[in-house]
């Protein structure tokens, strides 16, 4: 089983950019769909992007696609989130997380098998 760290949260205003780093331990890290949700203040935790083991396929949330990328680099045991033109909505906690079932179940239950310790992301106006 992978053990996962993000990074790369911080304070940002609105049209800025940030890249969240999401480093997997484990010598298994390409046989698994990775993704990225987050949980704004009060609210529930939602999907974000997810990608699957081999980086050919990505899926990304309606309030995100064409702002956010994901991307892999299996060599390397990284996950990362690339988020340009953010929005004060953007703020949250962002988790990265893991499981070995297809991207798709991922994608449309929002579960996985590990989970990140988060990432905070603020973004003012």
């Known amino acids: 089983q992978v053990q996962l760290i993000e990074s790369g949260g911080g304070s940002v205003q609105a049209g800025g950019s940030l890249r969240l780093s999401c480093a997997a331990s484990?010598?298994?890290?390409?046989?698994?769909?990775m993704g990225w949700f987050r949980q704004a203040p009060e609210k529930e935790r939602k999907f974000v992007a997810a990608i699957n083991w081999s980086g050919g396929s990505t899926y990304y949330a309606d309030s995100v696609n064409g702002r956010f990328t994901i991307s892999r680099d299996n060599a390397k045991n990284m996950l990362y989130l690339q988020m340009n033109s953010l929005k004060p909505e953007d703020t949250a906690v962002y988790y990265c997380a893991a499981d070995p079932s297809d991207v798709v179940v991922v994608v449309t239950t929002g579960y996985a098998e590990v989970w990140g310790q988060g990432t905070l992301v603020t973004v003012s106006s």
């Open positions: 484990g010598r298994t890290f390409s046989s698994y769909s």
